[in-house]
T-cell receptor
């Protein structure tokens, strides 16, 4: 089965600083990768996805992610973080042998300081 | 707002009881996925339905079952509830048939507390 690892449980950044959240996947073929964000008490919102093509994908809210096959990574980045970005971020891979249901990482909790 | 609705928002019940969680997908989406989010297990896929038929199964307990009705809404039935079933249950909808990947749109979730 495919798996996703988010090495950082918590990350703290200052408002205005850049952000990179790490995601590593385990899969033999081309993975179908997603980043979702969950604000406290809310559902999950899709930030961006990668299926194929350009390895740098743009998402909503100024986020982007880069697929690097050689490193089995799909890291999420934002050049300047806003206080409203504080949330839980989940990387996920679509499992081809289960209807492309999402297999999620454990999540990274982002704290933004003034 | 994703367009996916879930009811109820909160549910408190006792061990041994049975509850039903309801999900209405986005207009036009034929697939519904159910996920469970708990502190110890994280987000786990339970089951997928496509146009009324079960398409894929994940880590769903035998005490749990689901169905999708002709109007495409779905219900997740949880029976013989245990304390460990306390979690946030999400439904997601997609245009996906299950044979190709598509993005999923999540509802706000139902928080189940078993006492």
């Amino acid at each position: 089965a495919q798996s996703v690892t988010q090495p950082d449980i918590h990350i703290t950044v200052s408002e205005g600083a850049s952000l990179e959240l790490r995601c590593n996947y385990s899969y033999g073929a081309t993975p179908y990768l997603f980043w979702y964000v969950q604000s406290p008490g809310q559902g999950l919102q899709l930030l961006l996805k990668y299926f194929s093509g350009d390895t740098l994908v743009q998402g909503i809210k100024g986020f982007e992610a880069e697929f690097k096959r050689s490193q089995s990574s799909f890291n999420l980045r934002k050049p300047s973080v806003h206080w409203s970005d504080a949330a839980e971020y989940f990387c996920a891979v679509g499992e081809s042998n289960s209807g492309y249901a999402l297999n999620f990482g454990k999540g990274t909790s982002l704290l933004v300081t003034p | 707002d994703s367009g996916v609705t879930q009811t109820p928002k909160h549910l408190i019940t006792a061990t041994g009881q049975r509850v039903t969680l309801r999900c209405s997908p986005r207009s036009g989406d034929l697939s519904v996925y159910w996920y469970q989010q708990s502190l110890d297990q994280g987000l786990q896929f339970l089951i997928q339905y496509y146009n009324g038929e079960e398409r894929a199964k994940g880590n769903i307990l035998e005490r749990f079952s689901a169905q999708q009705f002709p109007d495409l809404h779905s219900e997740l039935n949880l029976s013989s509830l245990e304390l460990g079933d306390s979690a946030l249950y999400f439904c997601a909808s997609s245009v996906a048939t299950g044979r190709l990947p598509y993005e999923q749109y999540f509802g706000p979730g139902t928080r189940l507390t078993v006492t």
